[in-house]
DNA sequence: CCTTGACCTAAAGTCAGGTTTAGGTTCTAT
DNA sequence: ATAGAACCTAAACCTGACTTTAGGTCAAGG
């Protein structure tokens, strides 16, 4: 059993943000002995999870329901486990567009080498995918791939 | 020229965000005529900039400065491409965790899916990483790599 | 006894990034 | 010339995820 303060430092999280996940209901079934949050393995094992699931995008109200589910028991296991199947493609879709935004910032940084080189931006801002080096133009179509064609040319 | 209501048709994004983002300074120099808001294609080429930064994860204010850079001219092509370069090193550690998030959600598939196997998580939460299936172990591994021991175990 | 430290609550505040509202102005077509 | 569409501003409001504040309880140590 540990205190709010315990928990705290060992999950190096703040005070307050224990309270504030609390107060959403993120630890349903939390003892307390006179007014005081007993913290047990219990809400540990449930913080490391609700870590996962903020990194992963969800949000408080939905990290409440998957806890709720936990509380509830082996009743629930399909729909923890279709949440994960759930949030395994939001990852994997989030991943996709960061390589986008990726090829976008190398393409930018070649745009800039060459405007050093001549000086001015003219001749590079005007080049077509063609006449690019072959990586440079496989970044300017990753990162257009999907764009309008009124929207393209960065 | 377009107006303000024909980027946001192009854009695909509200006009009153366009309106925020020329109150924050993301169009420096934007022109006007009679009090109405003049876009010409360096706007739309800095709203495309925008929208890679923003997704980069830059902050409001960042691309601002970024805008103003390109509007100094040829002076501050080191340092816009400084900045491409910070992104670079940015996205690719949002990737990093990404791909850490990623592990404990399929190492959380497969727990489920012991879990409902069984119809109980007993034998699977005591379940040790040498007796995990091998696929299974690296995503373990992976997920909790630099957590400390008493947080680890998920 | 009384101070200090760790805990408690409710409510207000903060921040980013917009969006909405209220009240005007300008452009466009009849 | 006038209606309606599209534009304008300032300021208030919103959401999510916290954090801070103000005021209070309680146990241990000097």
Same sequence: chains 1, 2.
Avoid at 22 to 46: C, T, Y
Avoid at 47 to 67: A, D, H, N, W, Y
Avoid at 97 to 112: D, G
């Amino acid at each position: 059993m540990y205190t709010i303060g315990q928990m705290a430092d060992m999950f190096q999280i703040p005070i307050s943000t224990l309270r504030y996940y609390d107060k959403e209901g993120l630890f349903p079934g939390l003892e307390r002995s006179g007014g005081i949050r007993r913290f047990s393995e219990k809400e540990a094992e449930a913080l490391r999870v609700i870590e996962c699931l903020k990194k992963s995008g969800l949000e408080i109200r939905e990290i409440k329901t998957f806890m709720e589910w936990c509380a509830e028991g082996s009743s629930t296991y399909e729909k923890r486990r279709e949440l994960f199947v759930q949030q395994e493609k939001a990852v994997i879709e989030e991943m996709r567009r960061l390589e986008k935004t990726l090829a976008m910032i190398r393409y930018k940084q070649w745009y800039y080498e060459q405007a050093l080189k001549d000086g001015t931006e003219d001749r590079v801002r005007q080049m077509e995918p063609e006449e690019m080096p072959e990586k440079i133009r496989a970044f300017y179509e990753l990162a257009f791939e999907d764009m309008e064609p009124e929207r393209r040319r960065a």
